[in-house]
């Protein structure tokens, strides 16, 4: 395990929006303010509100939410993107290995903590024992565990690090196949502040129960790489709606509204459900043909079940209170793609270095940026080489920078899809 250290202390943890937040203005004048995981607030801004942290949050490795996918199949041989993939091999139907937690800063070189994981496979029965921090799960095919506690040591007898997350047993034969949910951060035991004041999380999970913390739980990621199905991934994404549902109830009941309160709520679930789920409905999508027929109406039905909880708070609220219904952006179909970076390098915009082959590299790599003039990063960020501000930037501030950028304006809304007859680009807009 290594030698001990004395570890030099966590960075401060520092939330980077910029202004006042509408919550702490509020606060500030006196009113009950209750504001349940609004995106862009982790860490949350000190307040005497009552807020949990929403998108942006990192699960207990402080990512966006790595899992785990625990697999005896030898053709799985790569992580995935969004999670990692844990070989295991079975020794007369029983497999020993580990859940991956925080870095060890007590010791040298900050290996990973770790969780024991027993798992005891019933091919017969098609279902699977876990023995997992003291804990006893008996899991059959297609079923989710509840949330079991994770502890990582980092210091015996010292320090550990809290956890939480829930166990999905896809299959056990032919090869097992265990998915293993981001671990949380423990909202009764939160190694980072999720909450304003800190036990806010921990009221939730003792009154309502424990609950994802991270700031977009559903696992598209996990859906995306193949390792969950359309309908795997809709029964987590339920589970997180019911979560919320409930805990909406619960604000609901404590709202005081009818004097000087303010409750914002965030539901995310039609956010990630149309991202990756559209096609399930759209009969046009080019991915279509693809989605499984039993999350066809998935859309819908989360709208409906959105508009009943929206009825929930007209009833309890009555007519003397404002009731706001807001969306951070709306979705529509997706069918083709415009690469940016590709029309910059075919227009001499990007240059690639000497002897690189379109295609050869990875993401920004093998650019000769010496001789590059813009550059796309991210899903419609455009950005020019500047001297001045990129390491090796080629374009002047001034007057090379206006005429270059107007330029960019013009030829790309001139850009028309050779496929369908359609502009690619409606407008193409210049900030600074």
């Known amino acids: 395990l290594g030698r001990w250290k004395i570890p ?36 949350p801004v000190e307040c005497e509100a009552r807020t ?28 995935v993107d969004g999670g990692r993939v844990i070989p295991v091999r079975a020794v007369g139907g029983r497999i020993e290995t580990v859940i991956p937690g925080p870095v060890n800063v007590y010791r040298e070189g900050d290996p990973e903590s770790e969780v024991s994981l027993e798992i005891i496979v019933d091919k017969e029965s098609r279902s699977a024992l876990l023995r997992c921090n003291g804990q006893e799960l008996l899991l059959a095919e297609n079923e989710w565990s509840d949330w079991v506690d994770l502890d990582f040591p980092l210091v015996p007898m010292f320090k550990s690090v809290a956890g939480i997350c829930r166990f999905y ?16 951060i423990h909202p009764e035991k939160p190694e980072m502040p999720i909450s304003t004041p800190p036990g806010y999380s921990a009221e939730i999970a003792r009154d309502v129960g424990l609950f994802f913390t991270q700031g977009l739980p559903e696992d598209s990621k996990a859906l995306e790489e193949g390792v969950l199905s359309d309908t795997q991934y809709v029964s987590q994404a339920d589970q997180i709606l019911q979560e919320r549902l409930a805990q909406f109830q619960y604000e609901l009941d404590h709202f005081d509204g009818l004097d000087s309160g303010f409750l914002f709520f965030y539901f995310n679930s039609p956010d990630q459900s149309c991202h990756v789920l559209w096609r399930s409905f759209d009969e046009h999508s080019p991915n279509h043909a693809e989605a499984d027929p039993a999350v066809r109406n998935r859309v819908r039905d989360l709208y409906v079940a959105l508009d009943r909880a929206l009825g929930k708070a007209l009833e309890r609220v ?14 529509a179909p997706y069918y083709r793609s415009f690469h940016v970076n590709a029309w910059l390098r075919e227009h001499g915009y990007l240059v690639l270095k000497d002897g690189v082959r379109p295609g050869t590299t990875e993401f920004l790599a093998g650019i000769d940026w010496s001789r590059t003039r ?57 900030s600074y």
């Open 318 to 331: 009555g007519d003397d209170t404002v009731v706001m219904v807001c969306s951070d952006h709306g979705f």
């Open 8 to 43: 030099r202390g966590g960075g401060p943890m520092e939330n980077l929006r910029e202004g006042t937040a509408f919550w702490q203005v509020l606060d500030d004048a006196g009113y009950d303010v209750t504001v349940f995981k609004v995106p862009a607030n982790f860490p």
């Open 169 to 184: 047993l896809l299959e056990v034969a032919p090869h097992l196949r265990l998915y293993v949910t981001p671990v949380q």
């Open 52 to 79: 949990l942290s929403g998108m942006g949050t990192p699960d207990i490795l402080g990512t966006y939410g790595i899992f785990s996918y625990v697999t005896d199949d030898p053709a799985v041989s790569r992580d």
């Open 374 to 430: 813009a550059y796309s990063i991210g899903i419609n960020g455009l950005y020019l080489n500047l001297r001045g501000r990129e390491k090796y930037g080629s374009v002047n501030p001034g007057r090379e920078r206006e005429d270059l950028l107007q330029e960019l304006v013009r030829e790309l809304e001139a850009v028309v899809d050779p496929e369908v007859g359609r502009r690619a680009i409606k407008y193409a807009s210049v």
